[in-house]
Antibody
Framework: EVQLVESGGTLVQPGWSLRVSCAAS????????MSWVRQAPGKGLEWVAN????????YYVDSVKGRFTVSRDNAKNSLYLQMNSLRADDTAVYYC??????????????WGQGTLVTVSS | IQMTQSPSSVSASVGDRVTMTCRAS??????LAWYQQKPGKAPELLIY???SLESGVPSRFSGSGSGTDFTLTISSLQPEDSATYYC???????????FGGGTKVEIK
C-alpha cells in the first residue's frame, strides 16, 4: 500500500526557516518524480516544487524561487522541503504527492495527509 | 499555461447530472487530470488522460475533451460527491503541472 506521511509543520515567525518532510512507503520511491503542493486556508491548490526521481532536476513556482529548496534521500525514501525567509502568505497545508507518468502525461496519483505551516508573529 | 475552471460553485440535488468545465490557455491534447477534494482531506485523483477513470473511482464520473476545453461530468450526483473538483494540466515534463481554481459542488 502506497503511503506518504508528512511531518514538521508548525507555527513560525516571519523570516524564519523550516524543513518539512515526507516519508514514503509501499512503492519504489527512487523511480518516481515527487511534488509538494500547498493549500492556503480556504483557497485552492498551488503546486510548489517538483523533483525528478534521481534528484537531478528541480522546479519551483515563481513565488518560492530562491527561498524554498526541494530535495530527496532515496536511501531513506524521504522527500524534503526546506523553506527559508518564510512569509505570512506561505501559511498553508503542505502536501507531498507522487507523480505518475502515464500515456505521456504526469499525474499526482497519491497524496499525503498534509502538514500545516503557519507563519505569524 | 493557465487553467480556468467554471463555474466556481454549483448546487444540485441528489440524482442530478452535474457538469463542470476546465479551459487551458494553450492546447494540451488530452493531458489533463481531475481531482476531488473533500473538506479537511487530501485531494484524490479521479481522471487522467482527460477521460480515463482512476482505479476505484465510481463510473458515474466521466471526463471528456481535448485541446483547450475539458469537461467533468457526474451522471447522478450522490451525497458523498459534495467536494471541490480541480483540473490539472499534465503535459510535458513536470515543471508546473498547474491546477485550475476549482469548482465546489454542493448538495441542495
Amino acid at each position: 500500500e502506497v503511503q506518504l506521511v508528512e511531518s514538521g509543520g508548525t507555527l513560525v515567525q516571519p523570516g524564519w526557516s523550516l524543513r518539512v518532510s515526507c516519508a514514503a512507503s509501499g512503492f519504489t520511491f527512487s523511480t518516481y518524480w515527487m511534488s509538494w503542493v500547498r493549500q492556503a486556508p480556504g483557497k485552492g491548490l498551488e503546486w510548489v516544487a517538483n523533483i525528478k526521481y534521481d534528484g537531478s532536476e528541480e522546479y519551483y513556482v515563481d513565488s518560492v524561487k530562491g527561498r524554498f529548496t526541494v530535495s530527496r534521500d532515496n536511501a531513506k525514501n524521504s522527500l524534503y522541503l526546506q523553506m527559508n525567509s518564510l512569509r505570512a502568505d506561505d501559511t498553508a497545508v503542505y502536501y507531498c504527492a507522487r507523480i505518475r507518468y502515464s500515456s505521456g502525461g504526469y499525474y499526482r496519483d497519491f497524496w499525503g495527509q498534509g502538514t500545516l505551516v503557519t507563519v505569524s508573529s | 499555461i493557465q487553467m480556468t475552471q467554471s463555474p466556481s460553485s454549483v448546487s444540485a440535488s441528489v440524482g442530478d447530472r452535474v457538469t463542470m468545465t476546465c479551459r487551458a490557455s494553450q492546447g494540451i491534447s488530452t493531458w489533463l487530470a481531475w481531482y476531488q477534494q473533500k473538506p479537511g482531506k487530501a485531494p484524490e485523483l479521479l481522471i487522467y488522460g482527460a477521460s480515463s477513470l482512476e482505479s476505484g473511482v465510481p463510473s458515474r464520473f466521466s471526463g471528456s475533451g481535448s485541446g483547450t476545453d475539458f469537461t467533468l461530468t457526474i451522471s447522478s450526483l450522490q451525497p458523498e460527491d459534495s467536494a471541490t473538483y480541480y483540473c490539472q494540466r499534465a503535459n510535458s515534463s513536470p515543471p508546473g503541472l498547474t491546477f485550475g481554481g476549482g469548482t465546489k459542488v454542493e448538495i441542495k
